[in-house]
């Protein structure tokens, strides 16, 4: 059974940094992409960064050069990880972890919120 489980996030100052995690079990040596989106307010959800089986990585352009997604093996769990620097005010949003295995199979987490503040 797949599971997703989410930590970090919160309230940070304009400029500040967070890291947000998701640790992922199951079948782990089926995925084929792992990442993180966000949903704002009023907002469609988009996607932030993701990470392939491969290690293509790939960025927002509004989060290129200020955020970094990495990812880790470990038993039968994978954990990805995004490090948010600089954070912006409209970088504001319920951050959801995501996990696509083969071409059909996607998985969410519960989302976390992070809000920056002016």
């Known amino acids: 059974q797949v599971q997703l489980v989410e930590s970090g996030g919160g309230l940070v100052q304009a400029g500040g940094s967070l890291r947000l995690s998701c640790a992922s079990s199951?079948?782990?040596?089926?995925?084929?992409?792992m990442g993180w989106y966000r949903q704002a307010p009023g907002k469609q959800r988009e996607l932030v960064a993701t990470?392939?089986?491969?290690?293509?990585?790939?960025?927002a352009d509004s989060v290129k050069g200020r955020f970094t997604i990495s990812r880790e093996y470990a038993k039968n769990t994978v954990t990805v990880d995004l490090h948010m620097n600089s954070l912006k005010p409209e970088d504001t949003a319920v951050y959801y972890c995501?996990?696509?295995?083969?071409?059909?199979?996607?998985?969410w987490g519960q989302g976390t919120q992070v809000t920056v503040s002016s």
């Open positions: 995501n996990r696509k295995d083969g071409r059909y199979d996607d998985y």
């Open positions: 199951g079948s782990i040596f089926s995925v084929s992409t």
């Open positions: 990470i392939t089986s491969g290690g293509r990585l790939n960025y």
